[in-house]
């Protein structure tokens, strides 16, 4: 079974500059999470998908974070514009049913805003 | 909400020596409990879970029980090796909720 992919692995951008990641989940898991690890903490969520709808975004900071699955499949998390303490890994995870299944984690995309 | 706490690291161990990582929850109901780990450069991955009480869950040597009594799900392992160095995060959840995390333990384990 292939694994949940993101890109890119690292992203280095300048304070105010956009940047988006890419996840594509493993094919058949309806539910989709991005989360946010910052350098030292357990990971954060931000955004919960199931299939193509929003199912939690309490903790997505709206007025710079935006994301979307189209047509319940690949995802991407867009920040726009980037503030210094947005720097951290940035994890996209995939499960096939309720969470005693536990999540598939893609390797993250390493981000560090200069 | 729900919540988990672990210990602070790092924990150093010398090859070979008796690991215990502390975990404790608290959540609404029953959750299901996992340790994750997180080797260098890599992503998380799913060490082992528990979904009820008394259950035990295992892989490549670790063990943790489901303690409903104090609440805990504490990691342990008999004898770790060099490999094992790692960040270990304890985490809980419950139906189709989100998976809470704990801040992580790292593990170093010197030869």
């Known amino acids: 079974e292939a694994g949940v992919a993101q890109s890119p692995r690292y992203k280095i951008i300048e304070k105010r500059q956009s940047v988006a990641f890419w996840c594509n989940p493993i094919?058949?898991?309806?539910?989709l999470y991005w989360y946010q690890q910052i350098l030292g903490q357990g990971p954060k969520l931000l955004i919960q998908?199931?299939?193509?709808?929003?199912?939690?975004d309490s903790q997505l900071p709206k007025d710079r974070f935006s994301a979307e699955r189209l047509k319940g499949v690949d995802s991407t998390l867009k920040i726009q514009p980037a503030k210094l303490e947005d720097s951290a890994v940035y994890l996209c995870?995939?499960?096939?049913?309720?969470?005693?299944?536990?999540?598939?984690f893609g390797s993250g995309t390493r981000l560090t805003v200069v | 909400g729900d919540s988990v706490t672990q210990m602070e690291g790092p924990v150093t161990l010398s090859e070979e020596a008796f690991l215990t990582i502390n975990c404790t929850y608290t959540?609404?109901?029953?959750?299901?409990l996992f340790w994750y780990v997180q080797y260098p450069g890599e992503g998380l991955q799913l060490l082992l879970k528990?979904?009820?009480?008394?259950d035990k869950g295992s892989n490549k040597g670790f063990e943790a029980t489901y303690r409903k009594e104090t609440t805990s799900f504490h990691l342990e392992k008999g004898s770790v090796q060099v490999s094992d160095s790692a960040v270990y995060f304890c985490?809980?959840?419950?139906?189709?909720?989100?998976?809470?995390f704990g801040t992580g333990t790292k593990l170093q384990v010197i030869p």
């Open positions: 995870a995939t499960r096939a049913g309720p969470t005693n299944y536990g999540y598939t």
């Open positions: 094919s058949g898991h309806a539910t």
């Open positions: 998908f199931q299939n193509n709808g929003v199912v939690d």
């Open positions: 959540a609404t109901g029953y959750p299901s």
């Open positions: 528990a979904t009820k009480a008394d």
């Open positions: 985490a809980s959840s419950g139906g189709y909720q989100k998976v809470t």
